[in-house]
């Protein structure tokens, strides 16, 4: 049973505009939140976290945001450069969830169109 | 900067091989993590090692094994490669507590 979802798969944005990724989980024990970046043939690679003390973390042009109530997150990346376009992760961990692993969606896959 | 390398970056074995997926990390984390990428099933845990000699079972560990004899290396064994085994294979490693994984760039391994 996926814990952690990703419900789009697919996303495409202008340059220079803003391009929201989500995320929803359904585990209550969650209280630590991450995004990834993937490029093709490349491992994932770290962009920004958030912890559930808060609900906002920001990171230059990355935003995080954590709806506990709504077991939502969502990534804001402002403006949307060609180059943002990858797949985003977003991925989860908690006390009691087995506090080694994280949980990954399925993942979206942002496109950014110059 | 974390360098996590995994020796291969394209394997193509036939069924029934034992295969060794190599992944060796520089910051001397206690954490390392095997995880396989599937489309539309996003990363899965296969197995991760928490200190040297050990070793704990992820969301899919059958048909895998891991060895773990030196700290700075963590070796996924595929005992009997099979087609469903095809996958990208990617190795992370972290030191503790909770913290962001560092991942190698990935192993395609195909099964034939």
């Known amino acids: 049973d996926q814990q952690v979802k990703q419900n789009s798969p697919s996303l495409s944005v202008q340059e220079g505009r803003i391009s929201i990724l989500n995320c929803d989980y359904t585990n209550s024990m969650f209280d630590y939140f991450l995004w990834y970046k993937k490029y093709p043939a490349e491992g994932p690679t770290f962009l920004i976290s958030i912890s559930s003390i808060k609900d906002k973390n920001e990171d230059g042009r990355f935003t995080v945001f954590l709806n506990k109530s709504a077991k939502h997150l969502s990534l804001h990346i402002v403006p949307s450069q060609p180059g943002d376009s990858a797949v985003y992760f977003c991925?989860?961990?908690?006390?009691?969830?087995?506090?080694?692993?994280?949980?990954f969606g399925t993942g979206t896959r942002l496109t950014v169109i110059p | 900067d974390v360098k996590v390398t995994q020796s291969s970056r394209y394997l193509v074995k036939r069924t029934g091989e034992k295969v060794f997926l190599e992944c060796v990390q520089d910051?001397?984390?206690?954490?390392m993590f095997w995880y396989r990428q599937d489309p539309g099933l996003g990363l899965r845990l296969i197995y991760f090692?928490?200190?040297?000699?050990?070793?704990e079972k992820g969301d899919i560990p059958e048909g895998y094994s891991v060895s773990r004899e030196k700290k700075e290396r963590f070796s996924l064994i595929l005992e009997s490669a099979s087609t469903n085994q095809t996958s990208m294979y990617l190795c992370?490693?972290?030191?503790?507590?909770?913290?962001?994984?560092?991942f190698g760039n990935g192993t395609r391994l195909t099964v034939t």
């Open positions: 992370a490693s972290r030191p503790p507590p909770v913290s962001p994984l560092h």
């Open positions: 090692s928490y200190d040297v000699k050990m070793k």
């Open positions: 991925a989860a961990s908690g006390i009691g969830t087995g506090a080694n692993n994280l949980f």
């Open positions: 910051m001397d984390h206690e954490n």
